[in-house]
């Protein structure tokens, strides 16, 4: 090892034990650390993603076996203050367009059709696995307006989205299926 600079050895004694005080109180021990093997593997198991994370997966599942016009639903109150995901798998009785609602806000609908497979999606979301099936998330879009987006684009929201209406644009038109709704469940 080349010696070319003076160290205070004080002052390093000083700055590791900090260091390692700092590590033992983000991981919650008390247990001694050497240097650097020590800090290395404490370090490493920190869990990372910040405070606060959340787990995402299936919220509610709905499944419309008689024909309606609408259906309203309640959010859970973990997921109401986060990003939600719904996939809608819908058969009509004619063609028409299907709008998703928060809250009586804004809409966020589908193209005029009479089989609707389509997720509506809020910014913030992130992709996630639930038994075998792959939830894309949202990377920089959303689904809808911009009425309902405003409320939504944001990861965390201070106005709770605690129900969802899927309706039918014209009165008359009904349908079955399925939605399955995704958010935050701790």
């Given amino acids: 090892m080349a010696v070319d600079k003076l160290v205070d050895s004080t ?3 000083a700055d590791l034990t900090s260091v390692a005080n700092a590590i ?19 370090i490493a198991a920190i869990p990372t993603g910040g405070g606060g994370s959340q787990t995402y997966g299936l ?3 709905l499944d ?7 259906v309203v639903f309640s959010i859970p109150e973990s997921a109401q203050l986060h990003p939600l995901y719904l996939v809608v798998s819908l ?3 004619a063609s028409d367009w299907i709008y998703c609602q928060m809250n ?4 966020l609908y589908s193209g005029k059709t009479a089989t609707l497979s389509q997720s509506f999606c809020f910014v913030g979301f992130p992709q996630i696995t639930v038994d075998n099936v792959t939830i894309p ?4 879009g959303y689904l809808g307006n911009n009425n309902l987006n405003r409320q939504s684009a944001q990861t965390t929201r201070t106005t709770p989205f605690d129900s969802v209406k899927i309706y039918a644009y014209t009165s008359d038109v009904t349908f079955t299926g399925t939605i399955d709704v995704y958010g ?3």
């Fill in 91 to 93: 058969t009509l009785s």
């Fill in 184 to 186: 935050v469940i701790t």
């Fill in 137 to 140: 998330g949202t990377v920089g």
């Fill in 24 to 42: 033992r109180t983000k991981g919650g021990t008390s247990a001694s650390l050497a240097f650097p093997a020590d800090f290395l593997t404490a």
């Fill in 11 to 13: 002052q390093l004694d």
């Fill in 64 to 70: 419309i076996d008689s024909p309606v016009n609408e």
């Fill in 104 to 107: 009586g806000v804004g809409n």
């Fill in 59 to 61: 919220i509610h599942s």
